[in-house]
């Protein structure tokens, strides 16, 4: 496995996170965690990197924009939750390529 699969495979695993995330009910703590800004000032300097800054990253290196990937996500019938979304193939790899990629 070379370092650009590892890389692939990790990128994959955040986007598929941030998908799981997005479909939680907005009282779950990842939920609000995904949105949360502190109420301190940050110190001098260049602005640390978020999370949420990778997906972006992540999103536009595969040739699409955020905007793209929550359009593509369409609502799911769950009771529970009010945000219920999930997203298309294009987002979340599949689990037969992930299992072959953890395989090889």
């Known amino acids: 496995?070379?370092?650009?699969e590892i890389l692939q495979y990790v990128e994959e695993m955040?986007?598929?996170?941030?998908?799981?995330?997005k479909?939680?009910?907005?009282?779950?703590?990842p939920r609000r965690l995904l949105y949360w800004q502190p109420n301190s000032t940050r110190p001098?300097?260049?602005?640390?990197?978020h999370w949420i800054d990778n997906i972006q990253e992540t999103v536009q290196s595969r040739g699409s924009t955020m905007a793209k990937v929550k359009h593509s996500m369409i609502k799911n019938a769950g009771e529970n939750s009010q945000t219920s979304l999930q997203p298309t193939c294009e987002v979340v790899?599949?689990?037969k390529y992930l299992k072959e990629l953890i395989s090889s």
């Open 14 to 21: 955040q986007l598929r996170w941030y998908g799981h995330v």
């Open 23 to 29: 479909r939680m009910p907005d009282e779950r703590l």
């Open 93 to 95: 790899p599949s689990t």
């Open 44 to 49: 001098p300097g260049r602005p640390r990197k």
């Open 1 to 4: 496995m070379g370092m650009k």
